[in-house]
């Protein structure tokens, strides 16, 4: 049975290779097959992975990635390092803290974070071995778990991804530590400016060149763990009596004192997945990994293991050198009050001070490089407008339609809502959409699984545990539950001033309406006007392929379906002339520039 397995075990081999030939399926690239109602298309990267297996609904393997292949061991451990050690373990331990109500309850939930982000993690490399030819993770997922009805979950998460998906937050973050490397007190305008010059600076560092770019993110990654490093040690040091710091282990006496509510432990909860969100980062580049299920498992899991052992003896630091009564007053300045209590306010201080700076700018570039492949692939899904923009890599070789989506919304979220409630309201509305996304994942693993035993394929060369399934499904729905529990003090007594799920209940209706735009350009729109959507593969000059939406006359049907397989590719190989997309209709004719059909 699959329960006993091991969870990191890795199958690929003779018994692999024989279970291939047992169900004996030898396909080539883009051979489709079907179950009798849908169809599939086999599918192989020049990553060095297996051939895929994905329904026909979905955007086409790049067979050769645009993106290029310079996502090695290192990288992959840094993407993730970079992500997860970024604002969280410097400004969330008081808010954890508070959520739990005592010292030892809130150790055990940094602990906790390590299960919650290790199942998850397996949840993600079985998706890898099913599809390890595909960036975007996610977005990916969801599309192969749930293609019907067609184009649904990619609209919805395209939506997610592009609008929901924003790092006002985290730059906010970066700027107010850099005004705490000076003495200066700052306006909201200024935090702002700086804030917008800082995420700016992360934009550029990526759009330019995508290897380079990784290089950086690496040498920030080595100067976060430093940096951790030097708070550990220095928290040694404090406990041994060598600081100024007195009764360094007085936050350890009586450690489980405090009452805890289950709103402030759903919230606790939140703040910790906040902190360990990024193991999952490198999983968005998987395209661009050579032999990608055995790099991801073994790199990501040492990334993971690293930044627990350094999370955890953190905040140990942190509760040796401040007062649990200074520590829940620290809002989002917890390592700024640990260095003042240590140093002093002086230079020494403020100095290190930048260090926190540079892990937020590491961890802005980090998100960039993995939400960049996300709505990239949504992109290439067809269900945004303008395929080029999304999909192609000109003129640097990088996903410069992503990252400039990226920098507009979080502008605007960085200087359109005031500090305070609207701030925290905006902040908060992208985590219920997010957990239903992350429970559908879950669910839709089961969904793939059964699917692919209808149709006699191959087991795929990882497989997580069930229980880890079953686990990942309650954690989720629990945070899909949770957040309409009232807070002890009543309905206004949230993070905000007005009812406190207004945020989950927006978030609802995001999905709701979702559903609705879905229906009524698939469907409604349609039937009116008398057309059908279908969809065709077009390929870039750059190698960049993705897929695009055209309106069908009904009467022009039949030979359209006569002349494109279910993919989407013209079944002769000749060049589509005309391609209306919707919203847009586009000149294809073959010339330096222009979209071709894919092969």
């Given at each position: 049975m699959s329960f006993w397995r091991r969870p990191f075990s890795d199958r690929k081999g003779d018994a692999h290779e024989a279970e291939v030939q047992e169900q004996g399926r030898h396909d080539s690239n883009g051979d489709e097959f079907s179950d009798g109602s849908i169809y599939y298309v086999a599918g192989k990267a020049g990553n060095d992975s297996e051939v895929s297996y994905q329904d026909t609904i979905g955007a086409p393997v790049e067979v050769q990635s645009p993106l290029g292949y310079t996502v090695g061991p290192v990288t992959i451990i840094f993407l993730n390092i970079s992500k997860m050690i970024g604002t969280g373990i410097f400004s969330t331990p008081s808010n954890i803290l508070a959520g739990t109500g005592s010292i030892g309850l809130s150790l055990i939930f940094w602990a906790l974070g390590f299960v919650t982000s290790i199942t998850a993690f397996a949840v993600y490399l079985e998706f890898t071995s099913l599809f390890p030819n595909r960036s975007g993770a996610e977005v990916v997922y969801l599309e192969q778990a749930f293609p019907r009805p067609k184009w649904l979950f990619p609209t919805a998460f395209a939506f997610q991804s592009v609008v929901l998906t924003f790092s006002s937050g985290n730059a906010i973050v970066l700027a107010q530590y850099l005004f705490k490397i000076g003495t200066h007190v700052p306006t909201n305008w200024e935090l702002k400016g700086v804030a917008i010059a800082g995420y700016t600076l992360a934009v550029l560092l990526v759009a330019l060149h995508t290897k380079y770019a990784y290089w950086f993110s690496n040498a920030i990654g080595a100067v976060k763990v430093i940096t951790l490093l030097f708070i550990i040690f220095t928290g040694f040091a404090v406990l041994g009596g060598h600081t100024p710091v007195k009764n360094p282990?007085?936050?350890?006496?009586?450690?489980?004192?405090?009452?805890?509510?289950?709103?402030?432990?759903?919230?606790?909860?939140?703040?910790?997945?906040?902190?360990?969100?990024?193991?999952?980062?490198?999983?968005?580049?998987?395209?661009?990994?050579?032999?990608?299920?055995?790099?991801?498992?073994?790199?990501?899991?040492?990334?993971?293991?690293?930044?627990?052992?350094?999370?955890i003896l953190t905040i140990i630091a942190y509760y040796a050198a401040v007062p649990k009564v200074d520590l829940l007053d620290a809002k989002q300045t917890t390592a700024s009050l640990f260095f003042n209590n240590v140093f002093g306010s002086g230079r020494t201080s403020r100095g290190l001070n930048f260090l926190i700076a540079l892990s937020a700018l590491g961890n802005l570039i980090a998100v960039l490089l993995g939400t960049s492949r996300i709505i990239r692939e949504c992109g290439r899904q067809g269900v945004l407008p303008w395929p080029r923009f999304w999909a192609s890599t000109r003129p640097f070789g990088t996903a410069l339609g992503p990252y400039f989506a990226k920098w507009i919304i979080t502008i605007i979220m960085i200087l359109a809502p005031p500090a305070g409630d609207a701030f925290n309201f905006i902040t908060d509305l992208k985590i219920y959409p997010a957990s239903f996304f992350d429970f559908l994942m879950a669910v839709g693993l089961i969904v793939i699984r059964q699917r692919r035993k209808h149709l006699g394929l191959p087991r795929p060369t990882f497989r997580a545990w069930d229980w880890v399934i079953a686990f990942n499904i309650l954690k989720n729905l629990y945070l899909l539950v949770m957040p309409w529990y009232p807070p002890a003090g009543g309905p206004n007594s949230g993070d905000v001033s007005f009812w406190y799920a207004t945020y989950a209940a927006v978030g609802l209706g995001i999905i709701v309406a979702c559903g609705g735009y879905h229906w009524l350009w698939t469907v409604g729109i349609p039937k009116l006007r008398g057309y059908r959507l279908r969809q065709e593969i077009i390929e870039y000059e750059d190698g960049a392929q993705s897929q695009t939406l055209v309106k069908v006359p009904v009467a022009e049907l039949e030979a359209w379906d006569a002349s494109h397989d279910h993919s989407g590719r013209r079944l002769d190989g000749s060049v589509h002339h005309t391609a209306v997309q919707i919203g847009k209709a586009e000149d294809t004719d073959s010339g330096k520039g222009q979209p071709k059909s894919g092969e």
């Open positions: 282990t007085e936050n350890f006496h009586n450690s489980f004192d405090g009452k805890a509510t289950a709103y402030g432990i759903t919230n606790a909860l939140y703040k910790i997945i906040f902190s360990y969100a990024g193991y999952e980062n490198a999983f968005n580049v998987v395209n661009e990994v050579k032999n990608p299920v055995k790099q991801l498992r073994r790199n990501g899991l040492i990334a993971l293991f690293a930044v627990t052992i350094l999370y």
